[in-house]
């Protein structure tokens, strides 16, 4: 089983900024791309960032110049550096990883972080 654990959201004031973490565990033969999405009250869930296995990134435009997501193969970790956040970045962030491992080569994804963006 594999299995994705978020951390590091929060409350922050307006131009704060806030770092998530997502790691990866289980019987993992390899890890693809990962990314970060987020959903809002009442919208529909979009694309954040993502970034491959040898680390091309994409950014959603809302976003590139204040986010930054990286990851470490090592530990089967993706993070997203979020500076100069906005109160429109307010959402529950969810990662994902496409993996292989023992018993399927599929796409999961983390149980979200809240991130409230407010003075």
């Known amino acids: 089983q594999v299995q994705l654990v978020e951390s590091g959201g929060g409350l922050v004031q307006p131009g704060g900024s806030l770092r998530l973490s997502c790691a990866a565990s289980?019987?993992?033969?390899?890890?693809?791309?990962m990314g970060w999405y987020r959903q809002a009250p009442g919208k529909q869930r979009e694309l954040v960032a993502a970034i491959t296995s040898g680390g091309s990134t994409n950014y959603a435009d809302s976003v590139k110049g204040r986010f930054i997501i990286s990851r470490d193969n090592a530990k089967n970790t993706v993070y997203l550096q979020m500076n100069s956040l906005k109160p429109e970045d307010t959402a529950v962030y969810y990662c994902?990883?496409?993996?292989?491992?023992?018993?399927?080569?599929?796409?999961?994804w983390g149980q979200g972080t809240q991130v409230t963006v407010s003075s």
């Open positions: 994902n990883a496409d993996i292989t491992s023992t018993l399927s080569a599929r796409r999961w």
């Open positions: 289980g019987f993992i033969f390899s890890i693809n791309a």
